[in-house]
């Protein structure tokens, strides 16, 4: 049986990590490769590097930094932020990531999901989506919009149809991202979540909003997540992977307890 | 194709190398190596990365990673005469470890791909993931899930009870020859073999380079591995 899975987040800017509160007022907390090494070893399932900066400043992603995490950290390990095109992905991929995440690319060249799942194998690609709660409307049936640029940016898309469009364009996961509950410690936001994951058939990963275990207990049971993104919550040390994995063994939640010593 | 890097892909001492490469990984075009080689270098060996058959008939140990589709792999294989290398490389006795795709185009056959003839090196073949009706379960099998071990085996030794292993694929290895399975792992309720291993071939169907620790384990058993004849 899989295991749900817990995913680190690292926000970068300027070749360091930030973890901003709803995108704004962002503060330093760390080198990445070293950050990302630290939860490798802590036990995290999987490391997201994301580049804030990347596609708002037209800055390429940093090669150099994935290429020195791919030497340091042997678990799955995705990159996004800043990619622009299928050249984008094929360097990221080849300095050792395992996928890419496409998040207002993809937004607004659907044809990029299809053109990488193609090059490289869906499971390479992520599609990435911050949506916000609007409430049900003939255009918005879910409730929930799609918004880019860190949530200043509508599309009219629906969350749940734009969920489906990507899988049969051929995402292999989508990484579901509540700007409400982003940042405020609060919980994530269930209801979307466990509706895509009820209609999605690829993994959902949610995130925005971790504060304590018991978060990701609930988008992981009720939720219906197959995994939970947090940032904040081991950034500042308030939290270890290792802890928050006991306390979701302990709920009966199947997580992957590392056992061996490095 | 797609994957090839742009340039030399080859480790700096490449043109000045004489003696056999101790560690060869196989390039065929069927994914990214670069998870593999870091996962090598990290345990201290120096893999070259060669589509040659020479170069892989000289080496002491063969890495042969992979992913994507079994007909596509086949064919990679089949135009870069590596399919008569791997098969000659596996005679010589020499330490071969199959990941992946690699675990599976070493069957007879593979059901992929309108059903696809593979290097037969095991018997046995591959087969979709297919559950009983009232089963909801994604493919691919995607993510990590224990691997239980039977038996002793030196690629598999020191592996802790319990221990979990990244997975990305939709087809898995069904070997004629149960004792060949080193150690298996449960999906929608099909128990698969994950790991298996016949003279001197061990192939793991989890990307054992991307599963942590215990991953590391397998390569650094790998690495130490002295096949009896």
């Known amino acids: ?262 | 194709m797609v994957f090839r890097a742009r340039g030399k892909a080859r480790p700096r001492d490449y043109n000045t190398r004489m003696a056999s490469a101790a560690v060869a990984i196989v390039d065929y075009e069927a994914g990214n190596l670069t998870s593999v080689a870091c996962a090598l270098r990290h345990l201290g060996s120096d893999p070259i990365i060669t589509r040659k058959p020479s170069e892989i008939l000289d080496a002491e140990r063969v890495v042969f990673p992979g992913v994507g589709a079994a007909g596509a792999s086949m064919e990679s294989l089949r135009k870069l005469e590596l399919d008569a290398a791997l098969k000659k490389f596996y005679e010589s006795g020499r330490p071969l470890l199959g990941i992946c795709i690699g675990c599976q185009v070493i069957f007879e056959r593979s059901e992929e791909d309108g059903g696809t003839e593979c290097l037969g090196i095991i018997r046995g073949s591959t087969r979709r993931f297919e559950f009983p009706g009232a089963v909801k379960r994604k493919i691919p099998h995607m993510g990590w899930n224990e691997v239980g071990f039977e038996g002793e085996h030196p690629v598999f030794s020191g592996i802790p009870r319990g221990s979990q292993f990244y997975f990305v694929h939709s087809y898995y290895p069904v070997p004629s020859d149960p004792l060949v399975v080193k150690g298996t792992a449960m999906y929608g309720g099909v128990r698969f073999a994950a790991a298996v291993a016949w003279g001197n071939l061990a192939a793991v169907q989890f990307h054992t380079e991307k599963s942590g620790p215990c991953g590391l384990r397998v390569l650094r058993n790998f690495l130490s591995w002295k096949p009896k004849r």
């Open chain 1, 1 to 262: 049986m899989l295991s749900k899975r817990v995913i680190v987040c690292l926000d970068v800017r300027a070749g360091k990590t930030t973890k901003g509160v709803r995108f704004q007022g962002n503060i330093d907390v760390g080198d990445p490769v070293v950050m990302g090494e630290k939860y490798y070893l802590e036990g995290a399932d999987e490391i997201v590097f994301y580049d804030i900066t990347a596609s708002a400043e037209g800055r390429p992603i940093d090669i150099e930094m994935v290429r020195q995490v791919a030497r340091r950290i042997f678990i799955p390990f995705s990159v996004g932020g800043g990619i622009r095109s299928l050249e984008d992905m094929r360097e990221v991929l080849l300095a050792g990531a395992e996928k890419v995440s496409v998040n207002s690319l993809a937004v607004r060249d659907p044809r990029i999901i299809a053109e990488g799942a193609r090059a490289f194998g869906r499971q390479c690609i992520v599609l990435g989506m911050d949506v916000l709660r609007v409430g049900p409307r003939s255009s918005v049936p879910s409730g929930y919009e799609v918004v880019v640029k860190g949530g200043r940016e509508r599309t009219g898309l629906d969350a749940l149809e734009w969920a489906r469009r990507a899988e049969d364009l051929g995402a292999g996961e989508i990484c579901l991202n509540s700007i409400d509950a982003d940042g405020t410690k609060e919980g994530y936001e269930l209801t979307i979540t466990s509706r895509m994951a009820d209609s999605a058939g690829i993994p959902v990963i949610a995130s925005g909003g971790a504060g304590t275990p018991e978060h990701l207990r609930a988008v992981l049971v009720e939720g219906k997540a197959d995994a939970a993104l947090i940032a904040s919550m081991v950034h500042f040390g308030e939290h270890t992977i290792a802890g928050i994995k006991e306390f979701l063994a302990s709920k009966g939640v199947r997580v992957r307890l590392d056992r061996t010593e490095t």
